[in-house]
């Protein structure tokens, strides 16, 4: 195993853990505490595929959020911040089947495709990966229009926020 | 290769060379010297920061017609050794029902979010961390960090004072993120890129001198970033008795307090090396790395002390005011300037270099003179309304 190896094991161990935390811990700030540290794994993850940019997009997104998410945590939690009710409903076997089937699906296609077990190349020395991605962003010939669309949809949903929330005097 | 023209190279590759000549994998010698490397850093940082201390008292003893710090050693310098005496011999206390485990961590996330800038920071033009490609945004993920570790303070001390100065800096923090990260895109437009380097070496003429609008709006938002006077509502006194860091004692009160200094520090740091050309100086940073990093650290200072010069001047702002004046002011102005500085950048990029100066430095004017006539007009109306209706009410 070569030391890359190893630290995408160690880093996909602690996402998978903190993960399982989100979802089992009963304390409502905890959980969010434990999503920061999947999201910071799942950026560590970026990180060791060259993706510099996604990694730093991934904690300035999500985390830079995430201590948002984590005010209305605390906002919403009654006094002694938890709940004392069972954490799954009577469904549970139903999402665990169709997690399991997921999972095996992806793996059954996968398999099928060539890359699935070839070793990626090295990186070529100078490769410069924000300007290509900025190029295709903003190229009339590539991603120009789910890019704008995505756009207008986010600015969409801001403003619906905002009609929502909106106190008419 | 010499050491006088590229130290760190030479100092690693000596230090590996030793490591495998004791038998060591090469792969782990170099793993353990990148180590040594970052552990020295972070030592001279720290160190630094401790007589940061000495410096900001002094600074603002000066401010207010004192004489700061003068009794312990010469000039007072020994006064911060003292002061971290007594701040380890000092009862460690945590609050009753605190979130131990997120209490005990917030103070060294919030230490950590300060030091893990300068992994991006070139002290000189062969010496840095990691020659990342994305630096800018580094700095806005590191801040994100910073935030974190605020609200976990807070909401883990068990205290409403440091529950509500944990809310007001998030609030700043996140409001302030988006002028800053829109002024960081002006350096990027200019140089066409976000590593750290690169920014400076398109720098030939000082970004300021292109952008000055652009530094000021950032040196705005990283005093709000930073939680500092005229921003410093987490921590109002008169209020919140110390905002988010009041069950924090000894050491731990300590690392926020050192960690704030330094983050001042370092926001100077940036402002040098985003608006003021960094390293460089007349060519002086060819001459030996070492005057180059000499010439970052004074530039690094000019910016702290001008922070410091802020904070110790500037009355605090009321939290609704200074959230209006950042959505409905700095927000918009900082946007329309990335716009209009982008625009100008497409025309004048053939253009002469005086030519290409002059007209950045009009079209910055020209933004900052109508974003300022627009806010007259508004600020006019407004007063006209509260004075028309306090006039009825005394006619009444």
């Not at chain 1, 999402?95 to 399991?100: E, H, N, Q």
């Not at chain 1, 009339?140 to 949903?157: G, K, M």
């Not at chain 2, 380097?197 to 000082?206: K, L």
């Not at chain 2, 939290?319 to 959505?327: A, E, H, P, S, V």
């Given at each position: 195993?070569?030391?890359?190896q190893i630290i995408f094991l160690i880093v996909a161990l602690f996402t998978l853990g903190s993960a399982l935390m989100v979802v089992t811990t009963r304390n409502l700030i905890h959980a969010a505490l434990w999503l920061v540290a999947t999201l910071f794994g799942v950026a560590v993850i970026y990180a060791l595929l060259n993706a510099g940019f996604m990694a730093v997009v991934q904690v300035v997104v999500y985390i830079g959020a995430i201590a948002i998410l984590f005010i209305f945590a605390v906002m919403l939690t009654r006094k002694d911040l938890r709940d004392n009710t069972p954490q799954t409903n009577k469904n549970w076997w139903a999402g665990a089947l169709i997690a399991v089937l997921t999972f095996a699906g992806l793996v059954f296609t996968l398999q099928g495709w060539s890359g699935f077990s070839k070793t990626?190349?090295?990186?070529?020395?100078?490769?410069?990966?924000?300007?290509?991605?900025?190029?295709?962003?903003?190229?009339?010939?590539?991603?120009?229009?789910?890019?704008?669309?995505?756009?207008?949809?986010?600015?969409?949903?801001?403003?619906?926020?905002?009609?929502?929330?909106?106190?008419?005097? | 290769?010499?050491?006088?023209?590229?130290?760190?190279?030479?100092?690693?590759?000596?230090?590996?060379?030793?490591?495998?000549?004791?038998?060591?994998?090469?792969?782990?010698?170099?793993?353990?010297?990148?180590?040594?490397?970052?552990?020295?850093?972070?030592?001279?940082?720290?160190?630094?920061?401790?007589?940061?201390?000495?410096?900001?008292?002094?600074?603002?003893?000066?401010?207010?017609?004192?004489?700061?710090?003068?009794?312990?050693?010469?000039?007072?310098?020994?006064?911060?050794?003292?002061?971290?005496?007594?701040?380890?011999?000092?009862?460690?206390?945590?609050?009753?029902?605190?979130?131990?485990?997120?209490?005990?961590?917030?103070?060294?996330?919030?230490?950590?979010?300060?030091?893990?800038?300068?992994?991006?920071?070139?002290?000189?033009?062969?010496?840095?961390?990691?020659?990342?490609?994305?630096?800018?945004?580094?700095?806005?993920?590191?801040?994100?960090?910073?935030?974190?570790?605020?609200?976990?303070?807070?909401?883990?001390?068990?205290?409403?004072?440091?529950?509500?100065?944990?809310?007001?800096?998030?609030?700043?923090?996140?409001?302030?993120?988006?002028?800053?990260?829109?002024?960081?895109?002006?350096?990027?437009?200019?140089?066409?890129?976000?590593?750290?380097?690169?920014?400076?070496?398109?720098?030939?003429?000082?970004?300021?001198?292109?952008?000055?609008?652009?530094?000021?709006?950032?040196?705005?938002?990283?005093?709000?970033?930073?939680?500092?006077?005229?921003?410093?509502?987490?921590?109002?006194?008169?209020?919140?008795?110390?905002?988010?860091?009041?069950?924090?004692?000894?050491?731990?009160?300590?690392?926020?307090?050192?960690?704030?200094?330094?983050?001042?520090?370092?926001?100077?740091?940036?402002?040098?090396?985003?608006?003021?050309?960094?390293?460089?100086?007349?060519?002086?940073?060819?001459?030996?790395?070492?005057?180059?990093?000499?010439?970052?650290?004074?530039?690094?200072?000019?910016?702290?002390?001008?922070?410091?010069?802020?904070?110790?001047?500037?009355?605090?702002?009321?939290?609704?005011?200074?959230?209006?004046?950042?959505?409905?002011?700095?927000?918009?102005?900082?946007?329309?300037?990335?716009?209009?500085?982008?625009?100008?950048?497409?025309?004048?990029?053939?253009?002469?270099?005086?030519?290409?100066?002059?007209?950045?430095?009009?079209?910055?004017?020209?933004?900052?003179?109508?974003?300022?006539?627009?806010?007259?007009?508004?600020?006019?109306?407004?007063?006209?309304?509260?004075?028309?209706?306090?006039?009825?009410?005394?006619?009444?």
């Amino acid at each position: 195993m070569t030391a890359e190896q190893i630290i995408f094991l160690i880093v996909a161990l602690f996402t998978l853990g903190s993960a399982l935390m989100v979802v089992t811990t009963r304390n409502l700030i905890h959980a969010a505490l434990w999503l920061v540290a999947t999201l910071f794994g799942v950026a560590v993850i970026y990180a060791l595929l060259n993706a510099g940019f996604m990694a730093v997009v991934q904690v300035v997104v999500y985390i830079g959020a995430i201590a948002i998410l984590f005010i209305f945590a605390v906002m919403l939690t009654r006094k002694d911040l938890r709940d004392n009710t069972p954490q799954t409903n009577k469904n549970w076997w139903a999402g665990a089947l169709i997690a399991v089937l997921t999972f095996a699906g992806l793996v059954f296609t996968l398999q099928g495709w060539s890359g699935f077990s070839k070793t990626a190349s090295a990186v070529p020395l100078g490769f410069d990966a924000i300007s290509q991605l900025g190029e295709q962003l903003t190229s009339p010939t590539a991603y120009v229009l789910p890019f704008e669309v995505a756009s207008v949809l986010l600015l969409a949903a801001l403003v619906g926020a905002v009609y929502v929330a909106f106190n008419k005097k | 290769m010499n050491f006088w023209n590229d130290p760190l190279k030479v100092a690693a590759a000596w230090l590996e060379g030793i490591f495998t000549g004791w038998g060591m994998d090469a792969v782990l010698a170099h793993v353990l010297v990148v180590f040594l490397g970052v552990f020295l850093l972070i030592t001279i940082l720290m160190v630094l920061d401790i007589f940061l201390v000495w410096i900001e008292r002094k600074v603002v003893a000066r401010f207010q017609d004192r004489i700061g710090p003068n009794r312990v050693g010469p000039y007072g310098l020994i006064q911060p050794f003292a002061d971290i005496i007594k701040l380890i011999i000092k009862e460690d206390t945590t609050p009753d029902g605190a979130d131990k485990v997120v209490y005990n961590l917030a103070p060294i996330l919030s230490m950590m979010s300060v030091l893990i800038l300068w992994a991006v920071v070139p002290l000189a033009p062969v010496m840095l961390g990691i020659d990342l490609n994305v630096g800018v945004l580094f700095l806005i993920a590191a801040g994100a960090i910073g935030t974190l570790s605020i609200i976990m303070a807070g909401w883990s001390s068990n205290n409403k004072f440091a529950m509500i100065g944990g809310f007001r800096q998030v609030a700043v923090m996140v409001a302030f993120e988006v002028p800053m990260l829109a002024m960081l895109m002006i350096p990027t437009i200019f140089a066409g890129s976000m590593n750290m380097n690169a920014i400076i070496e398109a720098q030939n003429v000082w970004f300021f001198f292109i952008s000055p609008l652009a530094a000021l709006i950032f040196l705005i938002a990283a005093i709000a970033e930073l939680g500092r006077a005229p921003f410093d509502l987490a921590e109002g006194e008169s209020e919140l008795v110390a905002g988010f860091n009041i069950e924090y004692s000894g050491m731990k009160f300590g690392m926020f307090y050192a960690g704030e200094l330094l983050h001042a520090f370092t926001f100077g740091g940036f402002w040098a090396i985003l608006f003021f050309g960094g390293y460089r100086f007349f060519g002086l940073e060819q001459v030996s790395p070492f005057l180059a990093i000499l010439i970052l650290v004074i530039k690094a200072m000019l910016g702290y002390w001008v922070i410091m010069w802020v904070k110790y001047t500037m009355m605090r702002i009321r939290i609704d005011q200074m959230l209006g004046f950042n959505w409905k002011f700095l927000t918009p102005l900082s946007f329309a300037l990335v716009l209009v500085t982008a625009l100008m950048n497409t025309l004048l990029r053939g253009a002469d270099s005086w030519l290409f100066v002059t007209g950045m430095f009009l079209s910055n004017v020209v933004v900052g003179w109508i974003a300022l006539e627009i806010a007259r007009s508004v600020a006019r109306k407004e007063r006209e309304r509260v004075e028309g209706v306090k006039a009825v009410e005394a006619h009444h």
